[in-house]
């Protein structure tokens, strides 16, 4: 089973700063990597997939990088709307495997 | 756009059956989609449970395999989840959700809890 772990576990950002978030993968998963926004009471929703690929509707702050092991999403400017809880999922190998998620709380 | 709807008891006995549905509208349970189920822990990340195909090729998280069923029926362009033998470790919000090769659509998730 690949590990996908995130990091850091919690984010702390001020409205209209950058947002940084780490997922790293026990091995190689190429870049079948998606990353996903949770909101309480919502279903978690697309936002990247193929590493770097924004999903229909996602808007241009949101931004994806890596392959390999190594991944991260970048959110360039902090929206009210963008704190939430945000998962890296890989699909290169079955089972399919989730990272812990990141919080991104407002500072 | 493809919506999904989960339905199913919300409270199930230790040692019981979680037998949850999801019902897919919008688009056809016979298209290129893997039709999944992922379930959240209180205080836990994500879990994959596995995946049908409409052919009926499944595959399970080894974690889970020897308690885990899922299921299809075309006829009413739905999916089946069952889990048997639950303990309170079962106890999740249960999502069903959809992939091509990313999960592109996902349900709003049901609680079930398990206890007596």
């Known amino acids: 089973e690949i590990v996908m772990t995130q990091s850091p576990a919690t984010l702390s950002v001020s409205p209209g700063e950058r947002a940084t978030l780490s997922c790293r993968a026990s091995?190689?998963?190429?870049?079948?990597l998606a990353w996903y926004q949770r909101k309480p009471g919502q279903a978690p929703r697309l936002l990247i997939y193929?590493?770097?690929t924004r999903a229909t509707g996602i808007p241009a702050r949101f931004s994806g990088s890596g392959s390999g092991t190594e991944f991260t999403l970048t959110i360039s400017s902090l929206q009210s709307e963008d704190f939430a809880v945000y998962y890296c999922q890989q699909y290169n190998n079955w089972p399919l495997t989730f990272g812990g998620g990141t919080k991104v709380e407002i500072k | 756009q493809v919506q999904l709807q989960e339905s199913g008891p919300g409270l199930v006995k230790p040692s019981g059956t979680l037998s949850l549905t999801c019902a897919v509208s919008?688009?056809?349970?016979?298209?290129?989609?893997?039709w999944s189920w992922v379930r959240q822990p209180p205080g836990k990340g994500l879990e994959w449970i596995g995946e049908?195909?409409?052919?009926?090729?499944?595959n399970y998280n080894p974690s889970l395999k020897s308690r885990v069923t899922i299921s299809v029926d075309k006829s009413k362009n739905q999916f089946s989840l069952k889990l048997n033998s639950v303990t309170a470790a079962d106890t999740a919000l249960y999502y069903c959700?959809?992939?091509?090769?990313?999960?592109?659509?996902w349900g709003q998730g049901t609680l079930v809890t398990v206890s007596s």
């Open positions: 919008g688009g056809s349970i016979s298209n290129s989609n893997w």
């Open positions: 193929g590493a770097s």
């Open positions: 049908i195909y409409h052919s009926g090729d499944t």
């Open positions: 091995q190689s998963v190429s870049s079948n």
């Open positions: 959700a959809s992939r091509t090769a990313e999960f592109d659509y």
